[in-house]
């Protein structure tokens, strides 16, 4: 019989490390028959290389595998900006509460004391899912929180009463971009897209995907112009490795427009519209 799939976090994606092989196989076994997809990671090394090669929807940790630590790996994926809202779970020896003050410290989202039962296990990630889906709201093509996630950070940075700007961003010729190169290299452009206003945010910015091929980012006024020109500068250089290389060179390709006709199409690009708040 297949695992049942549980409807609250169906088919999710969990990255498992730890440095003992019974342990990761056990842990595999319980995540499996929830329905749970599962990876493995010997070390922390292997986790960061597996979580950025592709996010999972759950990181679990063991606290205790060497160099570097579940700590050092937890600290360096809450700080990277495209890995920080990914709920992490820390595995924790029995009864040891300054571990536990110290994993919150670096970014932990939950802790789980070993020994632990199946059904604990399985609960906790589903709750962590759960909870995940909810704050963020994110858009499965970028992983970028939108819609209510969006209405939360305008209303908390409107509650502060400190001016702020709202910057909307938009890809620019991308229905012919689409027609022309097709979906495979358009999908890839609009995470490139995700990616280059995610990286603009970082230290104190927001970033959000509307949908379809439209961004915002959420910025103090003195920097909001430099953040836009650094997602346009990141998305340009993205840009460069999914065309042709002379339609880069060039910046434009032949295409017909809305009314048939042929014509030199523009690559597409990331414009802006900056409003102060």
Request: proline share 7%.
């Amino acid at each position: 019989m297949s695992p049942r799939i549980d409807a609250t976090a169906p088919g999710a994606d969990i990255l498992f490390a730890d440095d003992e092989p019974a342990m990761r196989e056990m842990v595999a076994d319980m995540l499996h028959a929830a329905g749970f997809r599962v990876r493995l990671a010997p070390d922390g090394v292997s986790a960061l290389l597996a979580v950025r090669q592709r996010r999972p929807d759950l990181i679990i940790l063991d606290n205790r595998m060497g160099r570097p630590t579940g700590f050092e790996v937890c600290e360096q994926l809450k700080s990277d900006p495209a890995l920080e809202f990914v709920p992490v779970l820390l595995l924790t020896a029995q009864g040891d509460p300054e571990n536990r003050v110290l994993g919150f410290q670096h970014g932990a989202d939950d802790f789980l004391a070993k020994p632990f039962e199946p059904r604990e296990l399985v609960a906790r990630c589903r709750a962590l899912l759960r909870q995940a889906r909810r704050g963020l709201d994110r858009n499965p093509t970028s992983g970028l929180p939108g819609g209510e996630a969006l209405r939360r950070e305008f209303d908390r940075r409107s509650e502060r009463g400190e001016p702020f700007c709202l910057c909307y961003l938009d890809l620019d010729y991308f229905k012919p971009f689409n027609d022309y190169f097709g979906f495979v290299v358009a999908d890839q452009a609009i995470r490139d897209a995700g990616h280059a206003v995610l990286q603009a945010s970082s230290g104190g910015g927001f970033a959000g995907h509307v949908g379809g091929d439209d961004f915002v980012l959420f910025s103090d006024p003195p920097a909001a112009r430099a953040r836009v020109q650094e997602a346009q500068r990141i998305f340009d250089a993205c840009l460069a490795r999914i065309v042709p290389p002379d339609v880069r060179a060039r910046g434009w390709y032949e295409a017909e427009d809305r009314d048939g006709r042929v014509r030199e199409i523009p690559l597409t690009r990331i414009s802006a519209a900056i409003v102060y708040v």
